[in-house]
Nanobody, 121 residues
Framework: QVQVVESGGGLVQAGASLGLSCAASGSIFSINRMGWYRQAPGKQRELVAV???????NYADSVKGRFTISRDNAKNTVYLQMNSLKPEDTAVYYCNHEIKRGYKGGYYDYWGQGTQVTVSS
């Protein structure tokens, strides 16, 4: 079994900062890509940021320069630091881990439960 648990999120005013974290635990052999996605009401889930196993990052244009993704491989944890938040950042944020559970087999996606981020104007 693999568990992916998010923490953080909440209600903040525009311009504020907020941090999210997401830890994977259980039967894990290795983790490749980790990422954050978000889904606003009435919209499709979209990529926010991803980070590879060697630390290469990629961001959505809408968050570049404001959000920072990082990871702690020893803790199987990915972080998202969100600065200068805007009302349009309001969404449910989901973390994603690409996990290999054994020496044989491939990588599969595991998702967190989602955490609400609300930015008031």
């Amino acid at each position: 079994q693999v568990q992916v648990v998010e923490s953080g999120g909440g209600l903040v005013q525009a311009g504020a900062s907020l941090g999210l974290s997401c830890a994977a635990s259980g039967s894990i052999f290795s983790i490749n890509r980790m990422g954050w996605y978000r889904q606003a009401p009435g919209k499709q889930r979209e990529l926010v940021a991803v980070i590879t196993s060697v630390g290469v990052t990629n961001y959505a244009d809408s968050v570049k320069g404001r959000f920072t993704i990082s990871r702690d491989n020893a803790k199987n944890t990915v972080y998202l630091q969100m600065n200068s938040l805007k009302p349009e950042d309001t969404a449910v944020y989901y973390c994603n881990h690409e996990i290999k559970r054994g020496y044989k087999g491939g990588y599969y996606d595991y998702w967190g439960q989602g955490t609400q981020v609300t930015v008031s104007s």
